[in-house]
């Protein structure tokens, strides 16, 4: 997805309308695919499951997150190339095989959750296909040798999934989790899952802590959510000599949901609906199945719509239209989608996070509205207040303070990051600015931007300049001389070093050298002539 990106961006630029087109043809594409598919799956018999699946699939509200959201093309990709993958393999020619892999290989490469139809093409082609067993392996095998390439490239260039070590609960929501407790919650959510693929009403960015709480196995809603998914497998078991399709459905659906539900490996996050993209398919094929039995639909005879499934369609149609075409607009930008989206979740700390940074975005982008800096501090109160130890949240409080003008309290939170990440570069120069700029105590204030640029050799020309206007300010001319040169000599297009070395020039009476210093400065930023 990310060479389609820069491919995309070379040619047209850096458009949002060229990337959302592009999103938008691929997940037709997609939907498509998995009506061929399908298709080849019942050997033609009839069009009305393959058709109505597609269409079910293509206007499911749940796919909002994926289409509008440039960034999740991953998703729809490794969708696409895996089922074109499948596709290629229910046909005789061999040379399909190779076309195959390579599909297959740019599936992998779009987002690991591909890795998933390793076992359901081999699968797919036992139930409903003619194949025998070798020839079955035969046809697969590429596609686990194209597997172990890539898990190699990306051992050696990214890392493994689920690698990653992390002390931050905001990135695994069960890092202080009992076992029964981690596979409890890990049940319940596939519970709020189900219910999105059927009920999609309520839709949300994210899930992250706290919103989806742990739980343990007297909860009700895991006690359901595992009886309901017993009972799919169950069901699976006893429709597999009558109906392979029901048993495939199913396998689907708990296999692509397997490597996304923290059971194998953290993924950094609870839940989130562009997860249930593929698994979507399943849903999709079973509820098509299940609109065929009601309407008494002959799937062994050749396509006729009548009016009452006519009607019908609409109508889904229709209902999907009423929620999808709203969300749309909440995907516009950042502050739309997360102002959307902040009560439905009342419980992330990140969700309160971000809308409240975007208020703060809102308010230093040029809308004056104080308004907009009330409601950020309202709203990462309460992030921090649902997690503590959040210090992202913190230091953006901090920063609306900033905002504000209330020095003191930005000081409070910024002391917090500290407590939390004793490290925090963001944090000392917070401090910094709040004693120099904000209460005009240089003294206090150059402890920290030393420790920026002198113990932890931090290089920002922004450092330097805060460190020699303290110095400056306390007419100590000759260090705030030494740090802006310093800094020039680490930034040397840092045209507000060379100015303020302009104005420091000046104070001491060397007009040349200031002169030619402001010269400097004008040069790369004509705009401090004024």
Known sequence: SIVSFAIEKDIFGYKASVFHFFNVLFFSLTCVLLYHLLRRLLHNQNEWLPFTAAILFAIHPIHTEVVANIKSRDEIYALMFSMAAFIMLLQKDNWRIFIAAVLFFLGLLSKENAVTFLLLIPLGLFFFSDDKLKSILTKTAPLFIVTCIYLLMRAKFAGMVGDRVTTDIMDDNYLHATMMQKLATITQIQLHYLLLLVWPVTLSYDYSYNQLPLVNWGNLQAILSLVLHLCFVIVAIMSYKKNKLITYSVVFYLATFSIVSNLVFNIGTSMAERFAFMPSVSIAIILAYGLARILKVDLNSKLKFTTVPLVLIAFVILMAAYITIPRNKDWKDNYTLYKADVYKVPNSARSRLYYGIENISQYTHGNNDVALLNEAVKHIKIACGINPDFHYAFHNLGVAYQTMNMWKESIACYNRVLQLMPDNEQAFYGLGLAYGKGLNQPDRAIPYFKR???????????????????????????????????????????????????????????????????????????????
């Open 452 to 530: 920026l640029v002198n113990d932890m050799h931090k290089t920002m020309p922004d450092y330097y300049e805060s460190l020699g206007l303290c110095y400056a300010i306390k007419q100590d001319y000759q260090q705030a001389l030494s740090y802006f040169r310093t800094g020039i000599e680490k930034n040397p297009d840092a045209g507000k070093l060379y100015y303020n070395a302009a104005i420091t020039f000046m104070n001491m009476g060397l007009k040349d050298s200031g002169d030619f210093y402001f010269n400097k400065a004008t040069l790369i930023d004509p705009s401090l002539k004024r």
